[in-house]
């Protein structure tokens, strides 16, 4: 059992960076001279997808602490 969390937590410590664009974005910035666009693009698509993560983090939190302090 120890060694699976271990591994579960060397795993979530790991970065891989990503590049997220659809097919289609893709073909439309690969087309002009500068990347600048496709970064910004990048970039927004990570920001679009972190923020559900972390409000339902938050909320989870909130939740657990309520309990937490009910039960005391």
């Known amino acids: 059992m120890r060694k699976i969390i271990i591994i579960l937590v060397l795993l979530f410590l790991v970065s891989v960076s990503a590049e997220a ?7 439309v910035l690969e087309s002009e001279e500068g990347q600048s666009a496709a970064e910004g693009i990048n970039d927004g698509i990570v920001y679009l997808m972190a923020v559900p993560y972390i409000l339902v983090g938050g909320i989870g939190y909130f ?6 302090t009910l039960k005391k």
């Open 21 to 27: 664009q659809c097919a289609m974005c893709r073909a």
């Open 63 to 68: 939740i657990y602490k309520k309990y937490n």
